[in-house]
């Protein structure tokens, strides 16, 4: 099996212009209700939306995220390898588990990045150059508010036409267990910024959440190397 970077290493710049692959960010409104903050701690967030290493990106460049890990998720315990779950016969999606102040940043905000920026919610098992039902998008709700505010909001989306195609996120698997992936995976793309993969589908996605969300961009990214040292 050919895995991301050994293809995209030997490939991408020949084959791929960059407009072809990025997902195109989309101008959202935020959700009509939001969750308010569930304790005086902090909460978590696991989605799914294509490769983790773009999703993680996204949200290490978020004020009020303290950690962003990639992972799996929506799968059992066993399989939560990389070569296990790129084969795409396992229930497991690439997923980022996004730990957040809810004083700093709400639900509803992560949501709002997730769609605008993050991924393309209308791809059915894929995200830009990547196929197989572990690159789904789907929100793994950590509560019943946050289903209600995931599921609220994909229909206040839909009902609004902000995007071209209905939105195929799924949300109805419940505090899924998730699984951190190995170490290598994380702080993917700020410790290869110059990959061709990174470059073409995840940079831009970085990009536009600086310009779209300018009010939650933090310069210095939150990193699991930093966090672990903190935790």
């Known amino acids: 099996m050919i895995n991301r970077p050994t293809l995209f290493l030997a490939f991408a710049v020949a084959l791929t212009p960059l407009s072809a692959q990025a997902e195109s960010a989309v101008t959202i409104p935020p959700p009509a209700a939001d969750a308010s903050a569930q304790s005086t701690g902090l909460e978590t967030a696991v989605l799914a939306g294509g490769c983790f290493w773009g999703i993680q990106a996204v949200y290490q460049h978020v004020k009020g995220v303290t950690n962003a890990v990639s992972g799996y998720a929506g799968g059992a315990q066993k399989d939560a390898q990389y070569d296990t779950v790129s084969s795409g016969r396992t229930s497991h999606a690439e997923a980022v588990r996004v730990t957040f102040n809810p004083r700093e940043i709400s639900y509803g905000k992560i949501l709002q990045i997730y769609f605008a920026v993050a991924h393309d ?40 036409k902000a995007f071209k195609r209905p939105i195929v996120t799924k949300t109805q698997t419940m505090k899924a267990p998730f699984y951190a992936a190995e170490a290598y995976h994380q702080d993917y793309a700020i410790n290869h910024p110059n990959q061709p993969y990174i470059a073409f589908n995840d940079a831009p996605k970085v990009e536009n959440l600086e310009k779209m969300f300018p009010d939650v961009w933090r310069d210095q990214p939150v990193t699991v190397a930093e966090a672990a040292k903190t935790n």
Do not use: M, W
């Not at 793994?140 to 609004?160: C, E, G, N, T, W």
């Open 121 to 160: 919610p209308t791809q059915l098992n894929r995200q830009g150059p990547d196929t197989g039902p572990q690159y789904r998008s789907e929100i793994f709700p950590q509560s019943d508010a946050q289903a209600k505010v995931a599921k609220d909001y994909i229909a206040q989306l839909d009902a609004a």
